[in-house]
């Protein structure tokens, strides 16, 4: 059994681990010995951390409370899971289609390229030496096959500009996410797909037909191209048709697309970005952007 063990270390960042065990309670007993060390390492007793256990998750308190026993932490993880199982199929009870509404942002639709030659600019004065190469029309083309489905044209415009960046050359572009390179977006949304192809069965989830973009269907479907993502919490491309087509959503791990679209397209989010690196103002609601030693980073306005 797939296991994984993620704790939160700061606002919108997590240390993540995982692995196979023989059996769930094999799985249990090192997502227990996996919390531990994380506890020990990074937060008190009281700090949540997310499980997998298969395709089931859950938040679970007490890895960092030596007063619990192993025991008593496998009967929380064992409770945590059965609370979430009901819950999300409450969720997908209550389920229905419904037209796209209004994106939390309200900047329109513009330029990738010029909001993108924006950042770029920003990212050559005021950060360390940074690689920003775009991928070439065949990559674009391949990875879109492998996807089956037809790509807005902004989202093959934003990878002619940049296809990630290096490992090495680590880039907080995103407060809460990072960027996908074309190979990671395939890996990304094929494991989204295999995982809850596996959730809505086990839950016997039937997503609704015909839904337009924008409206939350609470599972991953093919139509949704990742482009940007942390452990598990994705920003992706809703590809579906209807007056939201190319909107940008955020895909959590507990609550799946329910928040709905943050952005009418990828060109907003790109000018809002934009606009918060060379202003100081806030991005996304609730952080602005700093540079450390050369570094882009981001804090957390509570």
């Not at 048709?241 to 959503?249: A, R």
Request: aromatic share 10%; proline share 7%.
């Amino acid at each position: 059994m797939h296991w994984e063990v993620a704790c939160p270390t700061e606002p919108g960042r997590s240390v993540l681990t995982n692995g196979m065990a023989f059996d769930r309670s094999s799985a249990v007993a090192e997502v227990i010995e996996a919390g531990r060390q994380f506890a020990a390492q990074y937060h008190p007793a009281v700090t949540p951390f997310f499980v997998r256990l298969g395709t089931e998750t859950a938040w679970v308190t007490g890895f960092g409370d030596t007063a619990v026993t192993d025991a008593q932490l496998s009967e929380r993880i064992a409770e945590a899971v059965a609370d979430e199982n009901e819950r999300l199929q409450a969720s997908a009870a209550a389920a229905a289609p419904s037209s796209g509404g209004a994106t939390r942002s309200p900047t329109p639709a513009g330029s990738v390229t010029e909001q993108w030659a924006r950042i770029a600019r920003w990212l050559r004065a005021n950060h360390s030496p940074t690689t920003i190469i775009g991928a070439t029309p065949t990559q674009i083309a391949q990875a879109a096959e492998s996807t089956g489905i037809t790509w807005p044209p902004e989202l093959i415009e934003f990878y002619e500009q940049i296809n990630g960046f290096p490992r090495d050359e680590w880039v907080h572009l995103l407060p809460s996410h990072e960027l996908f390179d074309l190979e990671r977006l395939v890996c990304e949304r094929q494991m989204e797909l295999d995982i809850y192809d596996e959730t809505n069965a086990l839950h016997e989830y039937v997503p609704p037909e015909g839904t337009t973009a924008g409206t939350p269907v609470y599972t991953f479907l093919p139509e949704f191209i990742p482009f940007a993502g942390l452990d598990g919490y994705l920003l992706f491309i809703d590809t579906r048709p209807g007056d939201l087509h190319g909107c940008v959503t955020e895909f959590e791990k507990v609550d799946a697309d329910a928040a709905g679209p943050r952005w009418i397209s990828l060109s907003a989010m790109l000018t809002d970005l934009a606009h918060s690196l060379e202003t100081g103002a806030s991005f996304d609601g609730d952080r602005r952007p700093s540079v450390k030693e050369g570094k882009l980073d981001w804090q957390y306005e509570g």
